[in-house]
């Protein structure tokens, strides 16, 4: 603060040094120190909750704020402050409440942690038209925030339509950053090519894709291995080297300075024992210097750890960012399975066949893919540049049948056998394109179903994959793939009207869904 009122010379420090030197507000900090505040609190939030007790609304902390910046004791709010940004903080800070009144554990702030701000954007009249609160301009490289000067920024890429939110934030690697939500209202479309492809998301082979053709052409996507050994150039380091590396050095650190600390208590101890004034403070002085928001060595090494990490992070949203864009542009239509990523982890950790090396090495390499981050990449995609995008239920198997001659197999053909031969054709196939065939005649007869209504895959909703039935959210209809009968535990009703649309006597019929449990 003192630093900052020597180069600003601003209201707000000097309002905070001479807040901080008053003798109640000192009382205070001493207090909050050594009560253990936030501890104490979430267990009085846990306590109101289980009486029955109801957070704080949003509407009543915005009230708080709104009234602060009216107070005319502290005039300099409404002068550097943003009321919108501060009505964001009470928005995240409701949201806080309700986690905590269900019962979570709250994450209390960290000195590293990301630190952002949230500004609303506004649009006012003046005399030459409207003025926006919040402005990008790309030639000059500068950013407009309310309250706040020009920001030098680096745009690299146009911002269309009017932006409604700007989130400044601070990573752990000490750079700044600002992401823009913006309103556009025209569309943004890519041209059709008229062509579909099913997909096998595997460990080897990122993707493997069926064509929707006669021949059946397969094409691949080799996995790029982000925390590898092997992903390096030449002789230099590869980057999960250079990591592993860093963060030894990092935790050596960190148990030197807590050896340091646990030294400096013990010594306090005996010095205060000892009535040894010149002790205590050697000692005091000593467990200052443990802190490690004071040892220069220890904060170079953990931005450090930070770069890497995030240089790996940006490494893997390019590829996925790049491979779901090409995906899109070139086919009209997509077809992914829909497995868990937690149950197909589950299944890995409670195999016995393999070792506990391999089980570790299988699901790092899982998570270093991110399925189901380039699913959601895929998925908004597919939305915003208007293309179909079909998920299966995710208790289809492709890997129980053969895609020659339809047999179902009692088990499916495990992750670690690449080559397998049909007991029934003794057709020998590769698992993953196997896989991707059986994905593709899953997806066109579900493609079938979803032309017939002439609806976005994305109102659909599985009610019950074993019964083959989906219910459109949009248009409100049932869609069935097999014929549906009595036996399969639904009402009869319900179950009949399904036969007659499989046998062609009814076309619709408009039903309650909340009237059925399944």
């Given at each position: 603060?003192?630093?900052?009122?020597?180069?600003?010379?601003?209201?707000?420090?000097?309002?905070?040094?001479?807040?901080?030197?008053?003798?109640?507000?000192?009382?205070?900090?001493e207090?909050?120190?050594?009560?253990?505040?936030?501890?104490?609190?979430?267990?009085?939030?846990?306590?109101?909750?289980?009486?029955?007790?109801?957070?704080?609304?949003?509407?009543?902390?915005?009230?708080?704020?709104?009234?602060?910046?009216?107070?005319?004791?502290?005039?300099?709010?409404?002068?550097?402050?943003?009321a919108?940004?501060?009505?964001?903080?009470?928005?995240?800070?409701?949201?806080?409440?309700?986690?905590?009144?269900?019962?979570n554990?709250?994450?209390?702030?960290?000195?590293?942690?990301?630190?952002?701000?949230t500004?609303?954007?506004?649009?006012?009249?003046?005399?030459?038209?409207?003025?926006?609160?919040?402005?990008?301009?790309?030639?000059?490289?500068?950013?407009?925030?309310?309250?706040?000067?020009?920001?030098?920024?680096v745009?690299?890429?146009?911002?269309?339509?009017?932006?409604?939110?700007?989130t400044?934030?601070?990573?752990?690697?000490?750079?700044?950053?600002?992401?823009?939500?913006?309103?556009?209202?025209?569309?943004?479309?890519?041209?059709?090519?008229?062509?579909l492809?099913?997909?096998?998301?595997?460990?080897?082979?990122?993707?493997?894709?069926?064509?929707?053709?006669?021949?059946?052409?397969?094409?691949?996507?080799?996995?790029?291995?982000?925390?590898?050994?092997?992903?390096?150039?030449?002789?230099?380091?590869?980057?999960?080297?250079?990591?592993?590396?860093?963060?030894?050095?990092?935790?050596r650190?960190?148990?030197?300075?807590?050896?340091?600390?646990?030294?400096?208590?013990?010594?306090?101890?005996?010095?205060?024992?000892?009535?040894?004034?010149?002790?205590?403070?050697?000692?005091?002085?000593?467990?200052?210097?443990?802190?490690?928001?004071?040892?220069?060595?220890?904060?170079?090494?953990?931005?450090?750890?930070?770069?890497?990490?995030?240089k790996?992070?940006?490494?893997?949203?390019?590829?996925?960012?790049?491979?779901?864009?090409?995906?899109?542009?070139?086919?009209?239509?997509?077809?992914?399975?829909?497995?868990?990523?937690?149950?197909?982890?589950?299944?890995?950790?409670?195999?016995?066949?393999?070792?506990?090396?391999?089980?570790?090495?299988?699901?790092?390499?899982?998570?270093?893919?991110?399925?189901?981050?380039?699913?959601?990449?895929?998925?908004?995609?597919?939305?915003m540049?208007?293309?179909?995008?079909?998920?299966?239920?995710?208790?289809?198997?492709?890997?129980?049948?053969?895609?020659?001659?339809?047999?179902?197999?009692?088990?499916?053909?495990?992750?670690?056998?690449y080559?397998?031969?049909?007991?029934?054709?003794?057709?020998?196939?590769?698992?993953?394109?196997?896989?991707?065939?059986?994905i593709?005649?899953?997806?066109?007869?579900?493609?079938r179903?979803?032309?017939?209504?002439?609806?976005?895959t994305?109102?659909?909703?599985?009610?019950?994959?074993?019964?083959?039935?989906?219910?459109?959210?949009?248009?409100?209809?049932?869609?069935?793939k097999?014929?549906?009968s009595?036996?399969?535990?639904?009402?009869?009703?319900?179950?009949?009207?399904?036969?007659?649309?499989?046998?062609?006597?009814?076309?619709?019929?408009?039903?309650?869904?909340?009237?059925?449990?399944?």
């Amino acid at each position: 603060l003192r630093t900052s009122l020597e180069k600003y010379n601003s209201e707000s420090d000097q309002f905070f040094l001479e807040s901080l030197n008053k003798p109640e507000i000192i009382e205070q900090i001493e207090h909050l120190k050594q009560s253990n505040a936030p501890q104490k609190d979430w267990y009085k939030f846990i306590n109101m909750a289980k009486k029955g007790g109801k957070p704080a609304s949003v509407f009543d902390l915005q009230k708080l704020v709104t009234a602060l910046v009216a107070d005319p004791d502290v005039p300099w709010v409404s002068t550097y402050y943003d009321a919108d940004a501060m009505r964001q903080v009470s928005v995240d800070v409701q949201k806080s409440f309700e986690s905590i009144f269900k019962g979570n554990q709250p994450r209390f702030k960290k000195r590293n942690q990301i630190k952002s701000v949230t500004f609303r954007g506004k649009t006012t009249k003046t005399k030459n038209g409207t003025r926006d609160s919040i402005e990008a301009y790309q030639d000059q490289n500068q950013i407009k925030l309310p309250t706040v000067k020009l920001i030098n920024a680096v745009i690299h890429r146009p911002v269309l339509g009017t932006i409604k939110l700007a989130t400044v934030s601070q990573a752990p690697t000490g750079k700044w950053y600002i992401s823009l939500i913006s309103k556009y209202d025209g569309e943004v479309q890519l041209p059709k090519h008229d062509k579909l492809v099913a997909f096998d998301q595997g460990l080897t082979t990122f993707l493997t894709g069926a064509l929707d053709t006669e021949s059946n052409t397969i094409i691949k996507y080799e996995s790029p291995r982000f925390f590898s050994p092997e992903n390096k150039k030449g002789n230099q380091q590869s980057l999960i080297e250079k990591l592993t590396r860093a963060q030894k050095r990092l935790s050596r650190k960190y148990e030197i300075a807590k050896k340091q600390r646990l030294d400096g208590l013990q010594e306090k101890k005996l010095a205060i024992e000892n009535n040894d004034t010149l002790a205590e403070i050697a000692a005091i002085k000593k467990i200052e210097d443990s802190y490690l928001c004071n040892r220069s060595n220890y904060q170079k090494d953990r931005i450090q750890v930070a770069k890497l990490q995030t240089k790996i992070a940006n490494q893997r949203a390019a590829f996925l960012h790049n491979l779901s864009k090409q995906l899109v542009s070139e086919y009209d239509t997509i077809i992914i399975e829909g497995f868990s990523i937690q149950n197909l982890v589950q299944n890995i950790k409670s195999d016995t066949t393999i070792s506990t090396k391999q089980k570790t090495n299988t699901i790092k390499k899982i998570h270093d893919l991110a399925w189901y981050d380039f699913r959601v990449k895929l998925d908004y995609k597919c939305q915003m540049y208007g293309k179909k995008l079909i998920i299966l239920p995710s208790d289809f198997d492709a890997n129980k049948k053969c895609h020659h001659c339809q047999t179902t197999f009692d088990v499916a053909i495990p992750y670690t056998q690449y080559e397998f031969t049909c007991p029934n054709c003794q057709l020998t196939f590769n698992r993953a394109e196997n896989s991707a065939k059986n994905i593709l005649k899953e997806g066109l007869a579900i493609k079938r179903h979803l032309d017939l209504v002439q609806t976005p895959t994305q109102d659909i909703k599985t009610i019950n994959p074993k019964l083959n039935v989906a219910y459109n959210t949009k248009t409100q209809t049932w869609l069935i793939k097999e014929a549906i009968s009595e036996k399969n535990g639904i009402q009869k009703e319900f179950a009949q009207k399904l036969i007659e649309i499989k046998k062609g006597k009814l076309k619709e019929f408009k039903i309650t869904a909340n009237n059925y449990q399944t």
